[in-house]
């Protein structure tokens, strides 16, 4: 069984938005503790503040996907809530993308059944650029169709 994970605090999301955001979302608590009436917290007017922030956090949990080979299946397990992962057994009939736009973007993989033309993407932050060309050879090696789309520096 071989795991391309990375640390959480090295992703490309914690390090330009994640901690940003959360600092000034905190400084931002402190800052009005004091005037604030939390009777208006959960109104409307709490929705102008939790609405993004709920949003903002979804993004960073559809983000955090990394990759588990094993013995007969591709594992991708998310890192935050780890009950959610997706498995494909190498004999299955699949074609698999991995798409990098370049700059602080993050890869993903779409994984095709069939004859299907939409996917889920998995964004793989957890996965080190430099990875990349190992797993799409290991991909390769266990038989399955890969298209690559941005990663030709590597």
């Known amino acids: 069984m071989k795991t391309f994970r990375n640390s959480f605090w090295s992703g490309r999301w914690v390090q ?7 600092v000034a979302n905190v400084l931002c608590v402190l800052i009005v503790m004091n005037n604030v009436d939390f009777t208006k917290l959960f109104s409307w007017y709490g929705l102008i503040i939790l609405l993004p922030n ?9 983000s955090e996907f990394y990759i588990i080979f094993s013995n007969d299946a591709l594992i991708l397990k998310n890192a935050i809530c780890p009950f959610w992962r997706k498995k494909f057994f190498y004999q299955d009939p ?27 993407r998995y964004y793989l932050d957890r996965v080190r ?15 399955m169709q890969v298209d690559v789309e941005g990663m030709e520096y590597f």
Not at 16 to 22: D, E, G, K, L, R
Not at 54 to 62: A, E, H, T
């Open 54 to 62: 709920l949003l903002f956090y979804g993004i960073v949990f559809l």
């Open 94 to 120: 699949i074609k698999i993308k991995i798409i990098y736009l370049s700059g602080y973007t993050i890869p993903y993989m779409q994984i095709m059944r069939g004859t299907r033309k939409l996917a889920w």
């Open 16 to 22: 330009s938005i994640f901690i940003p955001w959360t």
């Open 129 to 143: 650029l430099k990875d990349f060309p190992v797993v799409i050879d290991l991909l390769r090696a266990k038989g």
